[in-house]
């Protein structure tokens, strides 16, 4: 059984950082692309950034709103994705959710977690 | 970067009608979108793929249609726990990019 799980979320002042985990279990996850997205409270659901499996060298890309504030990585043998929050603004305050790429692509996403709530705030 | 733009905004039926979304892509996308239901406190989980698949263990009464630039995910005979929010999805090579629609509330009437 495939489980994604987020960690991490809390509550963190404007400018500070902060570092989310994604742990995965039930298939091979240095094969997999692991993707981060987020929900600002009432909002729609907005992609943050990802990384590519192995094969693919576990590159990244980013949405251009936190593009040079987060960065994606991943520790292939503890099956953790993390996302590297930076410079944080209250704009970032949001459920941030960790997904796993189906067929091993970045098309479509078809195992989530249950999200972790970040709350930025003085 | 891809627009997608969904409508209605929100949808109110009931129980055994028939729901009809529709998601338009500002270019062209061939088949490559998805739908998503989202219900509250919940994350999102993947209904269709490649714009007309059903995504494992998706009841039948789940159908997508579309290419081009004209999607549409259909609920027949809509079932109480079917209320939600539905969100289409798509990619794109360059930049690489991830978007969503801006979601359609389908509500009991």
């Known amino acids: 059984e495939v489980q994604v799980v987020e960690s991490g979320g809390g509550l963190v002042q404007p400018g500070r950082s902060l570092r989310l985990s994604c742990t995965a279990s039930g298939f091979t996850f240095g094969d997999e692309v692991m993707s981060w997205f987020r929900q600002a409270p009432g909002k729609g659901l907005e992609w943050v950034g990802f990384i590519r499996g192995k094969a693919f060298g576990g590159t990244t890309e980013y949405a251009a709103p936190v593009k040079d504030r987060f960065t994606v990585s991943r520790d292939d043998s503890k099956s953790i994705a993390y996302l590297q929050m930076n410079s944080l603004t209250t704009e970032d305050t949001a459920v941030y959710y960790c997904a796993h790429g189906y067929s091993s692509s970045w098309n479509y996403f078809d195992y989530w977690g249950q999200g972790t709530l970040v709350t930025v705030s003085s | 970067e891809i627009v997608l733009t969904q409508s209605p905004g929100t949808l109110s039926l009931s129980p055994g009608e028939r729901a009809i979304f529709s998601c338009r892509a500002s270019?062209?996308?061939?088949?490559?979108l998805a739908w998503y239901q989202q219900k509250p406190g919940q994350a999102p989980s993947l209904l269709i793929y490649?714009?007309?698949k059903r995504a494992a263990g998706i009841p039948a009464r789940f159908s997508g249609s579309g290419s081009g630039t004209d999607f549409t995910l259909t609920i027949s005979n809509l079932e109480p726990e079917d209320f939600a929010i539905y969100y289409c999805?798509?990619?794109?090579?360059?930049?690489?990019?991830?978007?969503f629609g801006q979601g359609t509330r389908l509500e009991i009437k």
């Open positions: 999805q798509q990619r794109s090579n360059w930049p690489p990019s991830i978007t």
């Open positions: 490649d714009a007309s």
């Open positions: 270019k062209f996308i061939r088949t490559s």
